[in-house]
């Protein structure tokens, strides 16, 4: 069982940035690919951006290019940079691992005036 938690979750006017962490439990860190997905009021949790253990990324699309995900491996962590925040940002984050399945409870990020 690995425990997962997020923080770095807030609010944040428009345009703004904000920076997600997680923390891992466990030693063998560096062998998950490490997602964060997000759960937008009244919608369901959708991709976000995913690093795999060669620190290759993917994004979803609506995030492309204003978003970044890394890795620490030394301190069992994964990052996600937020910049240029929207409204429509708004979700609760999750951070998600494999193999295992493993999922945070995740962090609020409200962005509004």
């Known amino acids: 069982q690995v425990q997962l938690v997020e923080s770095g979750g807030g609010l944040v006017q428009p345009g703004g940035s904000l920076r997600l962490s997680c923390a891992a439990s466990?030693?063998?860190?560096?062998?998950?690919?490490l997602s964060w997905y997000r759960q937008a009021p009244g919608k369901e949790r959708a991709f976000v951006a995913t690093i795999n253990p060669d620190a290759r990324t993917e994004y979803a699309d609506s995030v492309n290019g204003r978003f970044i995900i890394y890795r620490d491996d030394s301190k069992s962590e994964v990052y996600l940079q937020m910049n240029n925040l929207k409204p429509e940002d708004t979700a609760v984050y999750y951070c998600f691992i494999q193999p295992g399945g493993y999922w945070g409870r995740g962090t609020q990020d409200t962005v509004a005036l």
């Open positions: 466990t030693r063998l860190f560096r062998i998950y690919t």
